[in-house]
């Protein structure tokens, strides 16, 4: 049935579908939160509408660029604060040390599906405060400085949506996000970014490229 509808399109309601597929409207309602969950169907006002296909993002060892999937960012925040332990600790910076924090909103088909937080020296990136377009890539501006990307790690783990997150992604607070927290390299081993993103779950997928043959 869902292969006749277009993204946007409304679900039958539970009556309906019970009537269509002689089931109990249980049965309807389960089936229905399995579709949620799997991301192809969500909550619009108070109907159901066919969810759009997911945003498919790489993960490491590539930078955060362009991808051409249609990915718009938009402007939180941009000041300067202090590393704590975590921030510290990856990007190798003593306690406190002053250090630049972006915050943004990246949005597909109009809809957000990411919080992201990029954290950096102040004293090695300061220089972006001149030139950079927050909304642009970040990755490909220090790239054309001479700084040259020589790999990442990236941590991955499900958490639940704090009430701002929730407020800023358009879903319910409590409800498990996808966290990732990228650490990226120079060349010379020294770290440039950390990115912690916050992703819904139901809009995006993740894809992961390794070398070597496939057997």
């Given amino acids: 049935m869902l292969g006749e509808l277009r993204p946007?399109?409304?679900?039958?309601?539970e009556r309906e579908l019970a009537g269509r597929f002689g089931v109990a409207r249980e049965t309807v309602r389960h089936a229905l939160r399995d579709l949620a969950v799997e991301?192809?169907?969500?909550?619009?006002?108070?109907?159901?509408v066919l969810a759009r296909?997911?945003?498919?993002?790489?993960l490491a060892p590539e930078p955060t660029?362009?991808?051409?999937?249609?990915?718009?960012?938009?402007?939180?925040?941009?000041?300067?604060?202090?590393?704590?332990?975590e921030i510290a600790r990856d990007l190798e910076l003593p306690l406190h040390t002053p250090i630049m924090t972006l915050e943004r909103l990246l949005?597909?088909?109009?809809?957000p599906i990411a919080l992201e937080r990029i954290d950096l020296s102040l004293d090695r990136f300061g220089w972006l405060r001149a030139g950079f377009d927050p909304l642009g890539s970040l990755s490909a501006t220090i790239g054309s400085s001479g700084v040259e990307y020589g790999g990442a790690t990236e941590r991955i783990?499900?958490?639940?949506a704090a009430p701002r997150e929730a407020g800023l992604l358009g879903c319910r607070p409590a409800v498990p996000l996808i966290r990732?927290?990228?650490?990226?390299?120079d060349t010379q081993g020294r770290p440039i970014e950390r990115v912690a993103a916050l992703y819904r779950g139901d809009r995006v997928a993740f894809e992961v490229r390794t070398g070597g043959r496939i057997r």
């Fill in 8 to 13: 946007g399109d409304r679900v039958p309601a």
């Fill in 39 to 48: 991301g192809r169907i969500r909550r619009q006002g108070r109907g159901t």
């Fill in 53 to 58: 296909p997911k945003v498919v993002r790489p």
């Fill in 65 to 85: 660029v362009e991808d051409g999937s249609g990915v718009v960012r938009s402007l939180l925040s941009w000041e300067d604060t202090e590393a704590d332990a």
């Fill in 107 to 111: 949005h597909a088909d109009g809809e």
């Fill in 157 to 160: 783990e499900t958490v639940l």
């Fill in 180 to 185: 990732v927290v990228r650490r990226g390299m």
